[in-house]
């Protein structure tokens, strides 16, 4: 996406962080404490949250490339309006919240019919499957319009990933899935044995076609969260961009606990002109409440509590930016209980069993030939392509993001802040 930002001359309007928790597995400290401390006081800012989960293992894949496999299902599990096992306060959420939510989940609805159809216009439209003997391939569509049925938008229920403690303080979220229990197949395939050491991309390539080899199938399954994402993000609503100017890109690090008389570091490091990377930059920081500082890097104290807005001036030679957040500073900050803190590992592994072999005389292929993208001048590797209808880049997805979202447990955290050039 950085690539399609500079070559269309536009950048995100707002401030996106790829962030990656530690001690999932072990009751998701990491998150938790990314929420009660790390960002703490920047919540009310945070537009939108991305958990990248356990993808790979659903739709457009059949178990083996077989034919007379079912297709496999995608999940999209959103943040809920309703209270359910997990989340027992969505009913309490403020009025701001829930309008954001439901504002999300449409948004999110909208976006799988437009990738969809964005699949087919770049020259995904056909995917070949092994007949019961395996001794030819058929081609059979997808991406059409009576599969949408294939991903399945559900309420989260909160099962135990990284999301739950953004879902918890009100923020829209999504996590996207894959088919991970298959209680729905019977003896047809046994389950992904996700986070084992079984889990390899060998593997992923045999459920997909039945070889070791890379499998079509999996690249577009890999690919569809991600091509997802990048609709939503494009959204004016979500991360959105404006068009390139003369003046520096501001930003401000993440916002810790906002409480009254605790000191809160507030950093600007990241922000640059990117007309001139190397020029030296002056900073301006008005806190709200009468003071002001001006270093890159500074600490605040608020001493009575209150709605303050932060507003950060960070000027180039060519112009300036004023952004601004707003923060709330109270006698306590908000703390989200963590469900899993009891969690006690066992020390056991599992080892998976009935796991397929390989059969490396397999293949598959899309067809017709996808259509070139368009490609960037700045980086040859990364594919770009525009639709028509909503602009948003598409080919990425099928190159770098997708072997993120294999190896890593990826968070996108959209931050919303108000910006504008001073003239």
Same mark, same amino acid.
């Given at each position: 996406?950085?690539?399609?930002?500079?070559?269309?001359?536009?950048?995100?309007?707002?401030?996106?962080?790829?962030?990656?928790?530690?001690?999932?597995?072990?009751?998701?400290?990491?998150?938790?404490?990314?929420?009660?401390?790390?960002?703490?006081?920047?919540?009310?800012?945070?537009?939108?949250?991305?958990?990248?989960?356990?993808?790979?293992?659903?739709?457009?894949?059949?178990?083996?490339?077989?034919?007379?496999?079912?297709?496999?299902?995608?999940?999209?599990?959103?943040?809920?309006?309703?209270?359910?096992?997990?989340?027992?306060?969505?009913?309490?959420?403020?009025?701001?919240?829930?309008?954001?939510?439901?504002?999300?989940?449409?948004?999110?609805?909208?976006?799988?019919?437009?990738?969809?159809?964005?699949?087919?216009?770049?020259?995904?439209?056909?995917?070949?499957?092994?007949?019961?003997?395996?001794?030819?391939?058929?081609?059979?569509?997808?991406?059409?319009?009576?599969?949408?049925?294939?991903?399945?938008?559900?309420?989260?229920?909160?099962?135990?990933?990284?999301?739950?403690?953004?879902?918890?303080?009100?923020?829209?979220?999504?996590?996207?899935?894959?088919?991970?229990?298959?209680?729905?197949?019977?003896?047809?395939?046994?389950?992904?044995?996700?986070?084992?050491?079984?889990?390899?991309?060998?593997?992923?390539?045999?459920?997909? #076609? $039945?070889? +070791?080899?890379? =499998?079509? &199938?999996?690249?577009?399954?890999?690919?569809? *969260? %991600?091509?997802?994402?990048?609709?939503?993000?494009?959204?004016?609503?979500?991360?959105?961009?404006?068009?390139?100017?003369?003046?520096?890109?501001?930003?401000?690090?993440?916002?810790?606990?906002?409480?009254?008389?605790?000191?809160?570091?507030?950093?600007?490091?990241?922000?640059?002109?990117?007309?001139?990377?190397?020029?030296?930059?002056?900073?301006?920081?008005?806190?709200? #409440? $009468?003071? +002001?500082?001006? =270093?890159? &890097?500074?600490?605040?104290?608020?001493?009575? *509590? %209150?709605?303050?807005?932060?507003?950060?001036?960070?000027?180039?030679?060519?112009?300036?930016?004023?952004?601004?957040?707003?923060?709330?500073?109270?006698?306590?900050?908000?703390?989200?209980?963590?469900?899993?803190?009891?969690?006690?590992?066992?020390?056991?592994?599992?080892?998976?069993?009935?796991?397929?072999?390989?059969?490396?005389?397999?293949?598959?292929?899309?067809?017709?030939?996808?259509?070139?993208?368009?490609?960037?001048?700045?980086?040859?590797?990364?594919?770009?392509?525009?639709?028509?209808?909503?602009?948003?880049?598409?080919?990425?997805?099928?190159?770098?993001?997708?072997?993120?979202?294999?190896?890593?447990?990826?968070?996108?955290?959209?931050?919303?802040?108000?910006?504008?050039?001073?003239?």
């Amino acid at each position: 996406m950085g690539a399609y930002w500079r070559s269309q001359h536009v950048y995100p309007a707002r401030t996106l962080r790829f962030v990656i928790f530690d001690a999932e597995e072990q009751g998701l400290y990491g998150s938790f404490h990314y929420v009660n401390s790390t960002v703490n006081g920047d919540l009310s800012n945070i537009v939108a949250m991305f958990n990248e989960e356990q993808n790979g293992i659903a739709y457009p894949l059949r178990y083996l490339g077989a034919l007379s496999n079912p297709l496999l299902p995608f999940y999209v599990e959103m943040a809920p309006l309703q209270n359910n096992g997990m989340y027992t306060t969505q009913s309490q959420l403020s009025t701001r919240q829930r309008d954001a939510i439901a504002s999300f989940r449409t948004s999110m609805q909208e976006a799988i019919s437009n990738v969809f159809a964005q699949f087919r216009a770049l020259g995904y439209q056909n995917l070949t499957y092994h007949t019961n003997s395996n001794t030819q391939n058929v081609e059979r569509p997808v991406f059409t319009p009576d599969q949408l049925s294939s991903v399945h938008i559900e309420d989260d229920p909160g099962l135990g990933s990284d999301q739950i403690p953004f879902t918890l303080a009100g923020v829209p979220c999504v996590t996207f899935a894959g088919d991970g229990t298959h209680d729905d197949k019977g003896s047809i395939m046994p389950p992904y044995p996700f986070d084992t050491s079984a889990d390899t991309i060998q593997l992923m390539n045999t459920y997909a #076609d $039945g070889s +070791s080899h890379v =499998s079509q &199938a999996l690249a577009l399954a890999l690919a569809l *969260p %991600g091509m997802l994402t990048t609709w939503m993000l494009v959204q004016p609503t979500v991360l959105g961009q404006v068009a390139a100017d003369s003046n520096p890109i501001a930003a401000i690090s993440d916002i810790g606990q906002t409480q009254i008389g605790q000191s809160i570091a507030l950093n600007a490091a990241t922000s640059f002109d990117p007309g001139n990377p190397n020029t030296t930059l002056a900073y301006n920081w008005d806190f709200g #409440d $009468g003071t +002001s500082a001006s =270093s890159v &890097a500074v600490e605040h104290t608020y001493k009575t *509590p %209150g709605n303050y807005i932060l507003t950060l001036t960070v000027t180039s030679p060519g112009g300036k930016r004023i952004i601004n957040k707003s923060i709330s500073v109270t006698a306590q900050t908000p703390n989200y209980a963590n469900p899993f803190v009891g969690f006690q590992p066992t020390g056991n592994t599992y080892i998976p069993q009935g796991m397929p072999t390989p059969d490396d005389r397999l293949t598959d292929k899309v067809s017709p030939e996808p259509q070139p993208a368009a490609t960037s001048p700045v980086k040859k590797t990364t594919l770009l392509a525009s639709s028509p209808t909503t602009g948003f880049p598409v080919g990425p997805l099928i190159t770098g993001f997708v072997v993120v979202i294999v190896l890593l447990a990826l968070v996108l955290v959209v931050v919303g802040r108000r910006r504008r050039p001073a003239g």
